[in-house]
């Protein structure tokens, strides 16, 4: 009998969750059963991480707890941080340079080498270690390409607005600092996406915290996952300076045979319920800047879409806008999606080690069969 192939796992349910719900159809998303919008309007990113990795939203005690546990996990070594700095001055790539210091983490954590995957407390310790760090690894890679020198990590502020913080050294306003962590919010987890797959795959064979996370990011930084977000803003400078109309410009790329960056999605068959949610802070940001004219191109190419193919616009698509806004370097938006999924990212580990089976599948085989072996020297 031969096998049926699901080319890119379609609709193959490889393990049951508790963390996250991804109804396309409805085009609703729940962490743990809280609807994306409530936790959107209601909680902070530390709040969601500790709903995901604790399974409850914490109280006032352990919501103290973790903010203070992140913090003093803040901080990089020297090893990491000389790391850093020499990726930043061959200017590498943001994703590859936070993929390859994450990865070094390892080399600072006494305890790398004896993990034990069933025990749930030290994944979930490395699990904050490396979220704490992600912030201050991108801060640090960013300050030093731009000439600048690395700032500390502060002890009294938030994870979104510490970042923002260590990226330009100004306390950042309210409204950017909520924004973003609202943004980190609405990215923390996503059911079985590719990144998560791919960390859940390498935890898997049982091999350790550190180098799921590296696979995972690896895998977000492609311009099909993670990678969109930035092509989204690429795309919408290029529209400016081409001067042309958005709809005019959306029929050129289709009949092109080009991919619009930010629409579509392999589980959502209607607008995915955080572009609601962003294209709301992206149109605020927009206004209160007054230079609306980023969110208005967004919903045009919206409409054009619709008209022209009804694909629906994704995540990707209005956190672009908003982190342009926010004056975020382009080239910085998929890795602040990594610093938001990652918490997913240690949650779906933690599920996976608790109940592990090695992820194997197969493939159809439809090479040669049986053929003449020739030896080299009749070749
Ligand atoms: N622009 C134009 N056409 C698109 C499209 C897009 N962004 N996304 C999907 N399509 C079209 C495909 O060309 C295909 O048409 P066809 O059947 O005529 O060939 C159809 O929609 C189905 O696409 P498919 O590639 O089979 O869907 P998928 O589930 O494998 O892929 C994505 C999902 C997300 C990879 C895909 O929608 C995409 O490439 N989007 C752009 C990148 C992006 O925004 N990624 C972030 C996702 S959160």
Redesign the pocket.
């Known amino acids: 009998m031969t096998a049926e192939v699901h080319r890119?796992l379609?609709g193959i349910v490889v393990t049951e969750s508790e963390l996250s719900r991804v109804d396309g159809e409805a085009g609703r998303l729940i962490y743990r059963g809280y609807p994306i919008e409530t936790l959107a309007e209601e909680t902070s990113f530390e709040e969601v991480l500790s709903l995901l990795w604790n399974g409850e939203l914490p109280d006032d005690d352990g919501l103290a707890a973790l903010e203070s546990d992140l913090v003093g996990a803040r901080s990089l070594d020297d090893d990491v941080s000389k790391l850093v700095t020499r990726l930043a001055r061959v200017d590498e790539i943001p994703m590859a340079a936070l993929r390859t210091a994450i990865s070094a983490l390892s080399s600072t954590d006494a305890g790398a080498d004896s993990f034990e995957p069933t025990d749930e407390a030290e994944v979930l310790e490395t699990g904050r270690r490396i979220t704490a760090k992600v912030p201050t690894i991108l801060a640090h890679f960013h300050r030093v390409r731009s000439g600048e020198d690395p700032i500390p990590p502060r002890d009294d502020l938030g994870h979104a607005e510490n970042f923002l913080y260590m990226l330009d050294g100004a306390e950042p306003d309210p409204v950017s600092t909520n924004t973003l962590d609202t943004a980190l919010v609405l990215h923390a987890d996503?059911g079985i996406?590719a990144s998560t797959f791919s960390a859940m795959v390498t935890a898997s064979t049982l091999s350790d915290v550190y180098s799921a996370v590296t696979s995972a990011i690896g895998t977000l930084a492609g311009?099909?996952?993670?990678?969109?977000?930035q092509?989204?803003m690429r795309m919408l400078l290029e529209l400016d300076e081409s001067g042309m109309e958005p709809a005019d410009w959306i029929r050129e790329?289709?009949d092109a045979g080009?991919?619009?960056?930010?629409?579509?999605?392999?589980?959502y068959e209607v607008k995915?319920p955080r572009a609601y949610i962003l294209s709301e802070m992206s149109e605020e940001l927009g206004e209160a800047t007054g230079e609306p004219k980023w969110h208005e191109y967004s919903l045009a190419i919206e409409a054009a879409?619709a008209e022209e193919?009804g694909?629906p616009?994704?995540?990707?698509?209005y956190s672009a806008t908003t982190y342009y806004q926010l004056g975020i370097p382009l080239d910085l938006y998929t890795p602040i999606f990594a610093m938001s999924r990652v918490g997913g990212w240690v949650a779906h580990l933690r599920e996976q080690y608790a109940n592990n089976r090695i992820m194997r599948p197969r493939a159809r085989y439809v090479g040669h069969e049986d053929r003449e072996f020739t030896p080299l020297s009749d070749r």
């Open positions: 890119g379609e996503h996406n311009p099909l996952h993670g990678g969109a977000n092509n989204v790329e289709l080009r991919r619009i960056p930010g629409f579509g999605h392999r589980v995915d879409m193919t694909i616009p994704n995540v990707d698509f």
